[in-house]
């Protein structure tokens, strides 16, 4: 079993900024994704970001410029800076780890924009 910790949520005003952190308690092989989905009130969850082992990034488009995702290995952990946030990123923010036969989420952690 994994978990996932998430922190680092909370209020921001419109055009301000959060960073969320994601620490794995283990990890169990070399080759996995780790990444941030988010769920806002009558929403699907959608993916926001999401980085390889290899390095290799994703966005979602609306948040493409605005968010960027880091991993640090020897920490187990995964980050994503967001900035010029805006009340449509107001949402759920979930850690998720994800490899062959395996997929892990974290408890999730409240984002709220608002002025």
Avoid: H
Avoid at 53 to 77: H, L, P
Avoid at 89 to 95: I, L, N, R
Avoid at 102 to 114: E, K
């Amino acid at each position: 079993q994994v978990q996932l910790v998430e922190s680092g949520g909370g209020l921001a005003q419109p055009g301000g900024f959060l960073r969320l952190s994601c620490v794995a308690s283990r990890i169990i092989d070399d080759d996995f994704n780790m990444g941030w989905y988010r769920q806002a009130p009558g929403k699907s969850r959608e993916l926001v970001a999401d980085t390889a082992s290899n390095g290799k990034t994703y966005y979602t488009d609306s948040v493409q410029g605005r968010f960027s995702i880091s991993r640090d290995k020897s920490e187990n952990a995964v980050y994503l800076q967001m900035a010029s946030l805006n009340p449509d990123d107001t949402a759920v923010y979930y850690c998720n780890m994800r490899g062959t036969g395996y997929d892990y989420w974290g408890q999730g952690i409240q984002v709220t924009v608002s002025s």
